[in-house]
């Protein structure tokens, strides 16, 4: 396959045969997201064009995956992307740890979303010293149900931070007041509609004991940390003595490493979905776990046209 970008253009060749054969093409998500989506869209449209039996996407971070639910007047990107995937010819998914697992239902082909967190536990396991004495942490309530099966899988305590300090995706305007209220409007005669009490969120507090313990805090993406850096000096407040963060992917954007080196957090864990080797040479505290094993072996199987059972053994839903 050659490259050739002319007048900020990408143009893909094919320069043997792929007629029959299952192609997988491998996509990380750099910094330049929608320059990514796009070659791999025209990689797949000239997959399909040169008449490849199967053409599967092994896209470790899926991108959009944020954007799965309607915000405002906003779109659903996700279900956009996975209609544009379908259409350039892709068949066949394999990533990691979605956002929702919801957004499978995006799609119309079939979609393998593996899941690292066998492999982060065991970097629990080997590499924290001390670990039973550590509590899990959920930075929000949305995180509890990871936080949780992490625990159960640890035998180790739940803890949850909860209150005012938090921002959640489940708070923002999501467009049902559309459109905006205007001064003086009149309703339909006889209609009464109840008022909406607005929310407030009580005091910060944290539900569970981790006084004298190690924190450890799951997510599924560490982004912008500024939640992770606040959930940590919280932690510090109520005694805890060594604090950990552990998400899937690490995009780490904007001033990421700089924070986490000024921040009470002794070490941020995060597998390589997503390329992060500029940031882990800015803050040493950036620890890295290998998954490609899990990927190496869902390529295989579904070449030879294996169960991939296996690769799911154990694993629950909330993972």
Not at 57 to 69: A, D, E, L, T
Not at 143 to 158: F, H, V
């Amino acid at each position: 396959m050659q490259w050739q970008c002319t007048e900020c253009e990408t143009r893909v060749e094919i320069k043997e045969s792929v007629r029959g054969q299952d192609i997988f093409i491998i996509q990380t998500i750099p910094r330049d997201v929608n320059t990514a989506v796009m070659e791999l869209l025209i990689m797949a449209y000239a997959l399909k064009t040169a008449c490849a039996r199967n053409i599967i996407g092994v896209i470790p971070y899926f991108p959009y995956s944020k954007q799965s639910k309607m915000r405002k007047r906003g779109s659903i990107v996700c279900k956009l992307l996975a209609s544009m995937l379908a259409k350039a010819g892709l068949t066949h998914i394999i990533t990691m740890d979605l956002h929702q697992k919801e957004i499978q239902g995006f799609f119309s082909f079939p979609v393998d979303n593996l899941r690292a967190s066998p492999f982060l536990l065991q970097y629990i396991q080997e590499e924290i010293p001390n670990y039973r004495n550590a509590v899990i942490v959920a930075k929000s309530p949305d995180a509890a149900k990871r936080a949780q099966s992490y625990a159960e899988r640890l035998r180790l305590g739940l803890a949850v931070i909860h209150g005012e300090a938090q921002c959640t995706e489940l708070d923002m305007d999501d467009g049902r007041h559309s459109p905006p209220m205007v001064k003086n409007a009149t309703l339909h005669p006889g209609l009464e509609l109840p008022l909406m009490m607005a929310k407030e969120k009580p005091p910060i507090t944290v539900v569970g004991d981790v006084g004298g313990r190690i924190a450890i805090i799951v997510d599924d993406i560490i982004d912008d940390v500024e939640s992770f850096v606040a959930a940590a000096e919280i932690l510090k407040e109520r005694g805890a003595y060594k604090i950990y963060v552990m998400a899937t992917h690490g995009i780490l954007s904007a001033e990421a490493p700089r924070l986490i080196e000024e921040s009470s957090i002794d070490e941020v864990v995060v597998t390589n979905t997503v390329p992060h080797e500029v940031q882990k040479l800015q803050c040493p505290k950036i620890k890295t776990v290998d998954i490609s094993l899990i990927l190496s072996e869902a390529i295989r199987r579904i070449h030879n046209g294996e169960s991939m059972a296996y690769l799911f053994r154990n694993i629950t839903v909330d993972d």
